[in-house]
């Protein structure tokens, strides 16, 4: 069936830094792909997503391109703010099947 | 006032006791959905709903129920808590139809205590 493999975390970084947290993918079709932010005490957000192959997502100054051929969709930020400490999940729906979740990614930025 | 809300935000309740979480929606979505987040388990699946008269078993559904009440309605029950039932509970909805792929909205979540 669908999955996603997402990086374990945590991940702590210094603020400004740059961010990789790596995402791949398990399906039989034509997923389209997503990432969802959760803030601390809050649900889960979009943050972006990408619906066909080399397709580009962004949002907030975060990007994840849909690669087909390595089936990934990992998620970058050139320099990180505090304010981005969260639990990131990468997700995939195919179709109008239900969505799978990866595990989620913590991330620390320190000041 | 958010699209999904839940209620409670926080119960703190004892082994034993039954307990109701529930789920409203003002999106209009047929699709609802409960999941479970534990630390460093993510995401699971515990009941989903497509529509009022369709209700189906997620990956961990044991101990737990589920009522739809209506389209916007979306209730999780707990028939005698237990400990290891201690988590964060989300519900969402989804539209069939979501041609913009816009995905899953959640609420706030409940986080629930079981002593």
């Known amino acids: 069936g669908d999955s996603v493999t997402q990086m374990e975390g945590p991940v702590t970084l210094s603020e400004e830094a740059f961010l990789t947290i790596n995402c791949t993918y398990t399906?039989?079709?034509?997923?389209?792909l997503f990432w969802y932010v959760q803030y601390p005490g809050e649900g889960l957000q979009l943050l972006l997503k990408?619906?066909?192959?080399?397709d580009k997502g962004s949002n907030k100054g975060f990007e994840a391109t849909y690669r087909k051929e390595t089936t990934s969709f990992h998620l970058e930020k050139g320099s990180v703010q505090v304010s981005d400490s969260a639990v990131y999940f990468c997700?995939?729906?195919?179709?109008?099947?239900?969505?799978?979740f990866g595990a989620g990614t913590r991330l620390t930025v320190k000041p | 006032d958010a699209d999904v809300t839940q209620t409670p935000r926080n119960r703190i309740t004892k082994t034993g006791k039954r307990i109701m979480l529930e789920c409203s929606q003002t999106?209009?979505?047929?699709?609802m959905y409960w999941y479970r987040q534990d630390p460093g388990l993510g995401l699971r699946l515990i009941y989903y709903?497509?529509?009022?008269?369709?209700?189906n078993k997620g990956e961990i559904s044991d101990g737990y129920s589920v009522s739809r009440q209506a389209q916007a309605k979306f209730s999780l029950s707990l028939e005698s808590a237990i400990p290891n039932q201690t988590a964060l509970y989300f519900c969402?909805?989804?539209?069939?139809?979501?041609?913009?792929?816009?995905?899953?909205?959640f609420g706030s979540g409940t986080r629930l205590t079981v002593v």
């Open positions: 969402a909805t989804s539209d069939p139809r979501d041609r913009e792929s816009r995905g899953y909205t």
């Open positions: 399906a039989t079709g034509y997923p389209s």
């Open positions: 990408a619906t066909k192959a080399d």
């Open positions: 997700a995939l729906r195919e179709r109008n099947n239900d969505m799978r």
């Open positions: 999106k209009g979505h047929d699709r």
């Open positions: 709903s497509f529509d009022v008269k369709d209700i």
